[in-house]
Each structure stands twice: as structure tokens, then as C-alpha cells.
């Protein structure tokens, strides 16, 4: 009798260990569970393809570089985490504008990462161009005189963020809360190719 006593007063006394360790803070000094807003800005590129919808002056593609910006907030919830962010992109080349919103969820891996995927909404507007994009059978220049198709409709994509210890930086940055996030989106039924590099400011 006494040594079942024993025993189950080291079971017990073992058990929370766990628990503690999901209560305490996360490596990069964010708490297990509470609210992490940040902001992040970066840039990409973007490239939508629409071969079956080719106009008579042969544009068929929309692509450009973005500048993005970022604002959100991620809920750690131990080593899982979700959240929601908005975005906007001022684009070149074809692009004008582009903006949403997504939700992300994920898992949080060593001293600061995450690995996420991320579903949102976005639209797109092209810029108003009148450049000649072709030659009539006189050798006359033709205008596309309008603008690139407008866009919207569901994103979603992958992506990752390191802490500055998970790229052998700690001894420079220390808990500055940076990250760098690289990330692919594609939109609707796969018309775009998306990657994109930001530095995360979280607070």
C-alpha cells in the first residue's frame, strides 16, 4: 500500500512539469498565450497569367514588383498559433495596387520561427496604361488604350519566420523583435505566382 503511495506522489509530482513548460514564455520572449501585434514591410513579385482570356492587342499576363506593408496580430496559443492581418502592395510594371486580408495559423519552432499557411481575400488593380503593344499589317503602332484587368478573389499561400538566434544573429540584435518572413501566395485557381521577403516588427 505504502509503495502505490509512493508511487503515484512521484507521478503526480512529475505531471506538471508539462504544463509549466506550456505555460512559460515562448524563447523569443512573446508570451505562450496572449495577443502579438506586429507590422511588417517588404517586397516581391507577382505574375498573373490569364492565357484563355487574351485580348485583341495580345496582353494575356499581368506582373510586376510590389512593395508590401503589413498589419496584424498572431494568438500563440503554446506551440501553435493563429491570427489575422491586412495587407496593401503598390506595385510597377502592370500592377497599381493590390490589398486584403488573410487569417494565418501555424506552429512556432526553435528560439523564434513559425511556419505558417495563410487564407485571405485580394484585390488587384492594374495600372492604366496607353503604350503600343503591337504593330498593325501597315507597320502602324496600335494603343491599348485602357487599363489591366482589375482583379479579386481568394489568396492563400506558405511561408516561414526567423528570429534573429535562429540565423546566428542574437549577438547583434539581442530581443529587438525582429523577424525576416519569406512567403509564396498564389490566387484563385492557381493564376499567380507570388514569393515575398519582409522584416516583422512584433511587439
Same mark, same amino acid.
Given at each position: ?102 487569417? @494565418?495559423?501555424?506552429? @512556432? ?37 485602357? +487599363? ?27 530581443? +529587438?523583435?525582429?523577424?525576416? @518572413? ?11 505566382? @507570388?514569393?515575398?521577403? +519582409? ?5
Amino acid at each position: 500500500m505504502n509503495s502505490r503511495l509512493l508511487l503515484t506522489a512521484a507521478v503526480l509530482s512529475l505531471a506538471p512539469a508539462p504544463l509549466f513548460a506550456q505555460d512559460a514564455d515562448a524563447p523569443d520572449g512573446t508570451p505562450a498565450f496572449g495577443i502579438e501585434p506586429y507590422v511588417a514591410i517588404g517586397g516581391g513579385y507577382d505574375i498573373y497569367d490569364t492565357p484563355n482570356e487574351q485580348n485583341e492587342f495580345g496582353v494575356n499576363s499581368t506582373e510586376g514588383a510590389v512593395i508590401n506593408g503589413i498589419v496584424g496580430a498572431n494568438v500563440p496559443l503554446g506551440p501553435l498559433f493563429v491570427g489575422a492581418e491586412g495587407f496593401g502592395s503598390k506595385g510597377f510594371n502592370d500592377i497599381d495596387w493590390e490589398y486584403g486580408a488573410a487569417g @494565418r495559423f501555424g506552429v @512556432r519552432v526553435g528560439d523564434s520561427g513559425l511556419f505558417y499557411g495563410r487564407v485571405g481575400y485580394m484585390w488587384v488593380e492594374g495600372r492604366e496604361s496607353h503604350d503600343p503593344v503591337l504593330l498593325d499589317a501597315d507597320g502602324d503602332q496600335l494603343q491599348y488604350d485602357g +487599363s489591366i484587368r482589375d482583379r479579386d478573389g481568394v489568396i492563400y499561400g506558405i511561408g516561414a519566420e526567423v528570429g534573429p538566434k535562429d540565423i546566428g544573429l542574437g549577438g547583434l540584435t539581442g530581443n +529587438s523583435g525582429v523577424r525576416l @518572413r519569406f512567403g509564396v501566395d498564389t490566387f484563385k485557381d492557381f493564376e499567380s505566382f @507570388r514569393p515575398s521577403a +519582409s522584416a516583422v516588427f512584433h511587439f
